[in-house]
């Protein structure tokens, strides 16, 4: 099985951002993203008007996700689009990470923001292959809510009752040597598909200026079984308003 995946930070609809805010760039981010158009995408940060006006636009995928605030519709989304006629939905959910991540709108670790993951246990229609896609956004101030955040991850991977492959996806927040990322190296996902590829990282977060000249803290992490074919950070074309505040990240994985 060979599937091209991806994550991609909207960029929550600020007023503030003035021509930059989502009602002047909304329609260069759907251009963008049907030109890319992935087997399974991760977004982060979308309101619940933005998720919607995605997924009217991504006519052949469906999606799952919540809001961080209340686990329905308030706050923040990090949700999964994958490609309907490819793939069937199996099962998801959405965790907290907190000490309670069941538990909506929880936050413990240092964090001003609720912090979630949203997954999606996903099986190829052709093949029967399933596999787990988790999505997350992990906190902007708090190193410590970044590695308690990644530890919780973790163990909830481990922890599943069925080992199937997992693509782990998100805006970290985090460049490749924060210590946060460095716990993914003796994991279950080890595979951080930018540095698997030589000259494949570059810096996703430019807040607009069309700057990026640092390094990614948007990743993709795979588990063993996956093998990297292809990773980039796609590059924007310079014009604006910018579609986003990030680069997104695409790969192509294949499994061995």
Same mark, same amino acid.
């Given at each position: 099985?060979?599937?091209?995946? !991806? %994550? =991609? ?8 951002? @003035?021509?930059?805010? /989502?009602?002047? *760039?909304?329609? #260069? ?63 998801? !959910? %959405? =965790? ?8 909506? @709108?929880?936050?413990? /670790?240092?964090? *001003?923001?609720? #912090? ?141």
């Amino acid at each position: 099985m060979k599937i091209s995946v !991806g %994550t =991609f930070n909207v960029r929550c609809d600020f007023p503030g951002d @003035g021509l930059q805010a /989502w009602a002047y *760039r909304r329609e #260069r981010f759907l251009s963008l993203l049907h030109t890319w158009l992935p087997d399974v995408v991760g977004l982060q940060e979308p309101l619940q008007h933005q998720y919607s006006h995605i997924r009217q636009s991504l006519t052949d995928y469906d999606s799952v996700g919540v809001g961080r605030d209340d686990g329905r519709e308030a706050g923040e989304f990090c949700p999964i689009f994958y490609r309907r006629e490819r793939f069937d939905l199996l099962k998801s !959910g %959405t =965790f907290w990470f907190s000490e309670t991540p069941e538990v909506p @709108g929880t936050s413990d /670790w240092g964090n *001003r923001n609720r #912090r979630i993951c949203t997954w999606a246990d996903l099986k190829e229609q052709s093949s029967g292959t399933a596999f787990t896609v988790y999505n997350l956004h992990l906190d902007h101030e708090s190193q410590h809510s970044r590695e308690k955040s990644v530890e919780l991850l973790l163990s909830r991977i481990r922890e599943r009752e069925t080992r199937v492959s997992v693509i782990v996806m998100g805006d970290f927040n985090a460049e490749p040597d924060n210590p946060a990322l460095a716990r993914f190296a003796n994991s279950l996902v080890p595979t951080n598909v930018l540095m698997a590829k030589p000259g494949a990282a570059a810096g996703t977060f430019h807040g607009f200026t069309g700057d990026v000249e640092r390094e990614p803290i948007d990743h993709v992490f795979v588990s063993s079984e996956w093998t990297v074919e292809n990773a980039r950070v796609i590059p924007g074309d310079g014009l604006r308003p910018y579609p986003s505040d990030h680069l997104l990240v695409s790969a192509v994985l294949s499994l061995r």
